[in-house]
T-cell receptor
Framework: EAQVTQNPRYLITVTGKKLTVTCSQNMNHEYMSWYRQDPGLGLRQIYYSMNVEVTDKGDVPEGYKVSRKEKRNFPLILESPSPNQTSLYFC??????????????FGPGTRLTVL | DAKTTQPNSMESNEEEPVHLPCNHSTISGTDYIHWYRQLPSQGPEYVIHGLTSNVNNRMASLAIAEDRKSSTLILHRATLRDAAVYYCILRDVRQAGTALIFGKGTTLSVSS
């Protein structure tokens, strides 16, 4: 089954304790990205990657890091989490062909609480 | 990306058709109209997309105005499972793989 998986689905942590949220896709997609969703602010892109070893900032990258060492994986790293990073996080992937049909597939979400 | 305008909320009864409108008066010739929806406690999912002609798939139909300044997502027979936030998003074909710009969307409620 074609899918994007995220782990963990739920995480409660404390300020300053480094954490990693994993994202994996099995569709051989070149493009992967991370969004966060907050009440009243909608979904906003954090980082994206057009292919292996190519990453770039989205709209709200502060406090986050990413890496893309393999095509299927795109982990989101919070080196020193703070309470304002409490949010619902979604990973997404798609093909990057210059084509109208660039449907993005989203993972199930990771609900992060930073105390 | 050009801006879209949608009603904040709509209500429907189960088994009835639902027409979800979207205005995009500043759409450009290279913008495709995409719809995504987000069910409660889930990630967004693709529904349908189109350029100029009306489109049908197993989930919904998309009716696009002749001047392309508005479109309507049609759910032919709403079910309780269709209760979700529906987002109308313009995607420039020249920007494949870029971020989706989610607005506030339309929250659809379906009653039995």
């Amino acid at each position: 089954e074609a899918q994007v998986t995220q782990n963990p689905r739920y995480l409660i942590t404390v300020t300053g304790k480094k954490l990693t949220v994993t994202c994996s896709q099995n569709m051989n997609h070149e493009y992967m990205s991370w969004y966060r969703q907050d009440p009243g602010l909608g979904l906003r892109q954090i980082y994206y990657s057009m292919n292996v070893e190519v990453t770039d900032k989205g709209d709200v990258p502060e406090g986050y890091k990413v890496s893309r060492k393999e095509k299927r994986n795109f982990p989101l790293i919070l080196e020193s989490p703070s309470p304002n990073q409490t949010s619902l996080y979604f990973c997404a992937s798609s093909h990057t062909l210059a084509d109208s049909y660039n449907e993005q597939f989203f993972g199930p979400g990771t609900r992060l609480t930073v105390l | 990306d050009a801006k879209t305008t949608q009603p904040n909320s709509m209500e429907s009864n189960e088994e009835e058709p639902v027409h979800l409108p979207c205005n995009h008066s500043t759409i450009s010739g290279t913008d495709y109209i995409h719809w995504y929806r987000q069910l409660p406690s889930q990630g967004p999912e693709y529904v349908i997309h189109g350029l100029t002609s009306n489109v049908n798939n197993r989930m919904a139909s998309l009716a696009i105005a002749e001047d392309r300044k508005s479109s309507t997502l049609i759910l032919h027979r709403a079910t309780l499972r269709d209760a979700a936030v529906y987002y109308c998003i313009l995607r420039d074909v020249r920007q494949a793989g870029t971020a989706l710009i989610f607005g506030k969307g339309t929250t659809l409620s379906v009653s039995s």
